[in-house]
């Protein structure tokens, strides 16, 4: 699909994969619908994009919120009408260890990014079905197909959206709406800053990977648009590795526990 003219929406949008997706995507001419909880920097992000000769419009909406997706679904549609991609970015959880894993988090954690990418998918996949076009994009991480200690809940919610993203292109098949789960391994972003001891809970295995920057991310999520691809999954080596999860599941676990 040519990104040039399209309607794009992308949550997750202030800051980190999301922000530097939908510079790249303008650049290439879409038509951005912006969407985060902080309202100041998303609308500074669609500033900046306008003042470039992009187009873009911010909408400020708490994505954990399944109401407020609702609302500011029906809003789009009204204004903007059906968005021909869908990114499903948003994503937040620290990674704790079960004991160390409050419920307020585990809840948080399921609702972005899993609650998020389910509800909003499902308010404009009707139109979507209707229209016999489109293309969903669920941005992942390695956690939703290996697992390792001290990430529970953030593990167990990038699996539901693995989960979610094969169910949905079961659903679509022969529909004309493509479905693209993009998984990463590490990236250089601001998620680190914001959540304050990850970092040092990654498995000993990521010191053979070259992290990934945000802006290698966004045009591999670029390609993806460009060329309908069914699943993303960088650095490469991670292929080797989930094959090795599927045969020798107990020598995997063993590795990402070292």
Do not use: C
Not at 166 to 188: D, Q, Y
Request: charged share 20%; aromatic share 8%.
């Amino acid at each position: 699909m040519k990104v040039e003219g399209r309607t794009i929406l992308i949550t997750g949008a202030s800051s980190g994969i999301g922000e530097t997706t939908a510079k790249t995507l303008s650049r290439k001419g879409g038509k951005l619908l912006l969407l985060a909880r902080n309202k100041p920097k998303l609308e500074e992000i669609a500033y900046r994009i306008s003042e470039q000769g992009g187009y873009a419009v911010p909408f400020p909406v708490d994505l954990s919120d399944a109401y407020a997706i609702a609302d500011v679904a029906k809003k789009i549609i009204a204004g903007f009408g059906i968005p021909d991609i869908v990114i499903n970015n948003a994503g937040a959880g620290r990674w704790f260890t079960v004991e160390e894993t409050a419920s307020a988090d585990v809840e948080m954690m399921m609702a972005v990014p899993y609650f998020a990418a389910f509800n909003l998918t499902r308010e404009f996949l009707p139109h979507m079905r209707t229209r016999g076009s489109g293309q969903i994009i669920n941005i992942s991480s390695v956690a939703s197909r290996i697992v390792w200690p001290g990430a529970a809940s953030y593990i167990s919610a990038r699996h539901a959206l693995d989960g979610f993203t094969k169910a949905l292109r079961t659903e679509l098949h022969g529909s004309g709406i493509h479905v693209t789960l993009a998984i990463f391994g590490t990236i250089n972003s601001t998620y680190w800053e914001n959540n304050p001891g990850s970092r040092e809970r990654l498995p000993r295995t990521d010191r053979f990977n070259r992290p990934l920057t945000v802006e290698q991310v966004a045009e591999t999520i670029l390609k993806s648009i460009e060329n309908n691809t069914r699943e993303i999954i960088k650095p490469r080596i991670f292929r080797l590795i989930f094959v090795l999860n599927t045969l020798f599941p107990k020598i995997s676990e063993r590795i990402m526990r070292m």
